[in-house]
């Protein structure tokens, strides 16, 4: 993958560019730098252990969290600011929804609404934010849960479905909003084991109709097998990144090697 992205005339830009991204909490440093360019119809995963600042890149892109230096970009448009005079401003909420409303985002947890039904969850943006009309939303909210197989439980309220479905229900929420990239923050770890399945086919499937996939995973079996490229995260910082087949067999850090063999020796047990 072309990290850089953005030069040559006649070149596509990239649907996401992060450009020296740095985030604090306090005096802590969870971002330092990150550099990220993300094109059409690729998929991304980002690796790394436990606090490696993997989640709040994410929500960074997304601007969910403000980040406090570098550029955010989604289809060339900046996301969370503007810039006048070689000065940064904060930008207003509506040019912040208008930048960030092609993309869509699947969490860890299912933030489902308990009080509607499957159907429910997926068709509220739709009549709220784009103003359909009840029988046009139902007929995309249905469309949307076939596509990710729960579309016979679409008159079911959350607790009446397993976790997969409600994960699944999620992702139909997202993808009813017609996004052209799609964030998935880890959205299997709140899953049983026998159900982690379930939602990776979904996005497998997803990622072979070309949707534009960044996805936040410890999942290293569907980043091998799935991402176009792999990057590893450690301590706030890209130590590696490459094609699957590099990461995961010729690895050039110590580090990446070291956070291989321990993920290798807890796959073993």
Known sequence: ??????SGAGERKP????????????AVHVLRGIDLAVDSSRVVCVIGPSGSGKSTLLRCM?????????????????????????????????????????????????????????LGNVTEALRVVKRLGRREAD??????????????QAHHYPAQLSGGQQQRTAIARALAMR????????????????????????????????????VVT?????????ADEVVFMDKGEVIERGAPDDIFRRPRSE????????WRSRTIR
Do not use: C
């Not at 580090?255 to 321990?262: A, C, G, I, K, P």
């Open 1 to 6: 993958m072309n990290d850089e992205g953005t």
């Open 15 to 26: 649907v996401v560019l992060v450009e020296g991204l740095h985030k604090r909490f306090g």
């Open 62 to 118: 997304a601007f969910l969290d403000r980040y406090d230096e570098g550029r955010v970009f989604i289809e060339g448009r900046l996301l969370g600011y503007r810039e006048s005079d070689g000065k940064r401003m904060p930008d207003s909420d509506r040019n912040i929804d208008s930048v960030r409303s092609v993309v869509g985002m699947v969490f860890q947890q299912f933030n489902l609404w308990p009080h509607m039904t499957a």
């Open 139 to 152: 007929a995309v909210g249905m469309e949307m849960l076939a596509k990710v197989g729960v579309d016979g």
């Open 179 to 214: 996004p052209h990239v799609m964030y998935f923050d880890e959205p299997t770890s709140a899953l049983d084991p026998e159900l982690v399945g379930e939602v990776l086919q979904v996005m497998q499937e997803l990622a072979g109709d070309g949707m534009t996939m960044i």
């Open 218 to 226: 410890h999942e290293m079996g569907f980043a091998a097998h799935v």
């Open 255 to 262: 580090r990446l090697r070291e956070f291989l063999d321990t």
